[in-house]
């Protein structure tokens, strides 16, 4: 799946694992080598199945499994330094949560995916909260369609 996006990843704004390890400790927990390898996947690939991040795992730890991969993800959500986003119908994608909250514009053509600020959205969330009292949680959302490229394809 490919990605289109507004914001820089920690390897290129310069931010180190240390920034991983100290937000760990803080919690109580410390970064073992397959908690490294997993966030360091899931900066490295933005938006990623647990199955992309166990490739990319694979690639330094051969000897990791999709039960750790999936293990890691849940505490790493739960102490919230990666989030999730269902992209279609298969497994959820993760990315670092520390990257702006945004909504996922999916290509159903080419399924590349866009991150569109939040705020584009204001004025229809700020509708459902006046209409329906309905306070929206706009990290998890997804709108499908067709990006430039594929809609210019078929003109």
């Given at each position: 799946?490919?990605?289109?996006?507004?914001?820089e990843?920690?390897?290129e704004?310069?931010?180190?694992?240390?920034?991983?390890?100290?937000d760990?400790?803080?919690?109580g927990y410390?970064?073992?080598?397959?908690?490294?390898?997993v966030?360091?996947?899931?900066?490295?690939?933005?938006?990623?199945?647990?199955?992309d991040i166990?490739?990319?795992?694979?690639?330094?730890?051969s000897g990791?499994?999709?039960?750790t991969?999936?293990r890691?993800?849940?505490l790493?959500?739960?102490?919230?330094l990666v989030s999730?986003a269902?992209l279609g119908?298969?497994?959820?994608?993760?990315?670092?949560?520390?990257?702006?909250?945004h909504?996922?514009?999916?290509?159903?053509?080419?399924?590349?995916v866009?991150?569109?600020?939040?705020?584009?959205?204001?004025?229809?969330?700020?509708?459902?909260?006046?209409?329906?009292?309905?306070?929206?949680?706009?990290?998890?959302?997804?709108?499908?369609g067709?990006c430039?490229?594929?809609?210019?394809?078929?003109?």
């Amino acid at each position: 799946m490919s990605t289109h996006s507004s914001t820089e990843s920690n390897a290129e704004s310069g931010a180190e694992s240390t920034d991983w390890k100290s937000d760990l400790r803080q919690r109580g927990y410390r970064l073992t080598p397959q908690r490294q390898l997993v966030l360091e996947a899931v900066d490295t690939l933005e938006h990623a199945t647990p199955d992309d991040i166990l490739g990319e795992v694979r690639k330094t730890a051969s000897g990791v499994n999709i039960s750790t991969v999936y293990r890691t993800l849940e505490l790493l959500e739960e102490l919230g330094l990666v989030s999730h986003a269902h992209l279609g119908h298969g497994a959820p994608t993760y990315h670092l949560a520390d990257r702006h909250h945004h909504i996922h514009l999916v290509c159903r053509d080419c399924t590349s995916v866009i991150e569109a600020d939040v705020s584009v959205a204001a004025e229809f969330t700020a509708k459902l909260r006046e209409t329906f009292g309905f306070d929206t949680d706009m990290k998890h959302f997804a709108i499908f369609g067709r990006c430039e490229d594929c809609t210019g394809k078929r003109k």
